[in-house]
């Protein structure tokens, strides 16, 4: 065998020994053990606390999920009759957030006020976890836009209701369906 032939071997297997490296490393950054991407997420392992990772959506149908489980029972119903009749008229309405645990309200609190800079800001946007209706299974986020844009206008036909006027994904049980939904308040904290 000649010095080439045997230093591309070389060559060949410290390129594929590298590219493993970096597949283990990738493959263990994925670990439901990995603290990179914490809280850890993936199709059919829903976070226990309710929360459904940033830009993304699951169906109202994913009754395995926390998020859509731990719902009030008559907020989820009318929540999936609003879905069959949006459907059909080609919107697809997603869930973005909704029940979450006391632990994970807080953090998406305490996380507002870094972004917001004091707790009076914050709150214009998320509840504390003792007036947070996401807590108890009362409130649930809609998404996309052309979604929540639907509900918006269709909702009350199904008594859901857009609570905070500048939160328009966000939409709680406010009235009976037909009824007419209370004007929206200004934000979270009012």
Known sequence: MSARADGDRRSGRQALAAVAGVL?????????????????????????DGSIPA???????????????????ELLSAVRTAAQDARAAGVELRVT?????????????????????????????????????HVTGDAIDIGPTDAADWLIRHGRDYGLCQTYANEMWHFELSTAPGGECPVPRDDAAG
């Open 24 to 48: 283990v490393v990738a493959l263990s950054a994925c670990s439901p053990e990995s603290p990179i991407g914490a809280p850890w997420h993936a199709k059919g392992r829903a976070a226990e």
């Open 55 to 73: 830009d993304s959506s699951i169906s109202p149908y994913d009754s395995d999920h926390p998020a859509i489980a731990r719902l009030d029972p």
């Open 97 to 133: 957030s909704g029940w979450r645990s006391k632990a994970y309200q807080q953090r998406l609190l305490d996380d507002a006020v870094t972004r917001y800079g004091s707790l009076e800001e914050a709150r214009r946007l998320v509840s504390t976890p003792e007036k947070s209706a």
